[in-house]
């Protein structure tokens, strides 16, 4: 660990916050020496402090131990390039829309990948009114069921929760054509229909 450039990371942070040393000391229990130590690079944090220092700074642990943020590149907008991830743990479903680190529950997660449909994940389409009436032939059962049902078209997505024991099924509202629908089934994970909006 280069404890010169973690130190340059947590002057960085710390003053993005808006927080003095003593403040960052403060919510740390520590002195403010201590902070000040890490800053001019004569020390780093104790491992014992990690957690807290990242939740005070709002910046990853893994990147504090490196001692810098490398910025992705600007996000330019491209829905159809829509990432999901599902956590294992407590099942949160997050999105990205180009690189990122994803965690939750402490674990890094990585993106699902597609897959087109099989025959155990048909779906029925219907217009009504101002919605698409989607309905798949799929069990809702608490070991096997579809988890959420989601929208992309260039612009939006639009994410639909599903539980156990719910109807099979989804509205989703007009809005614009040429959109892919995605399901994530617990057991047999994300299918993408292309197009079918």
Not at 2 to 20: F, H, N, P, S, Y
Not at 123 to 140: G, P, W
Not at 160 to 182: A, F, H, K, S, T
Request: aromatic share 6%; net charge positive; with cysteine.
């Amino acid at each position: 660990m280069d404890c010169a450039k973690v130190g340059r990371l947590i002057l960085q942070l710390r003053r993005e916050k808006g927080l003095t040393q003593q403040n960052l000391a403060d919510a740390l229990n520590i002195s403010n020496k201590t902070v000040s130590k890490w800053e001019c690079g004569a020390g780093c944090p104790d491992v014992s402090l990690l957690s807290e220092l990242s939740a005070v700074l709002g910046a990853d642990i893994e990147k504090i131990l490196k001692g810098e943020l490398k910025p992705n590149r600007p996000d330019i907008g491209r829905m159809e390039r829509v990432k999901f991830y599902v956590c294992p743990s407590c099942g949160n479903i997050l999105t990205s829309t180009g690189k990122a680190s994803v965690s939750c529950c402490g674990r890094k997660l990585e993106p699902l990948m597609p897959q087109l449909p099989d025959d155990r994940h048909e779906i029925s389409i219907q217009a009504m009114d101002l919605d698409h009436y989607i309905t798949f032939d799929h069990e809702m059962t608490k070991e096997h069921y579809i988890s959420f049902a989601a929208y992309v078209n260039y612009d939006r997505v639009m994410l639909c929760r599903l539980y156990p024991e719910q109807n099979p099924e989804v509205r989703i509202p007009v809005m614009g054509r040429n959109g892919d629908l995605y399901l994530y089934c617990v057991q047999h994970g994300l299918k993408k229909y292309p197009r079918v909006l």
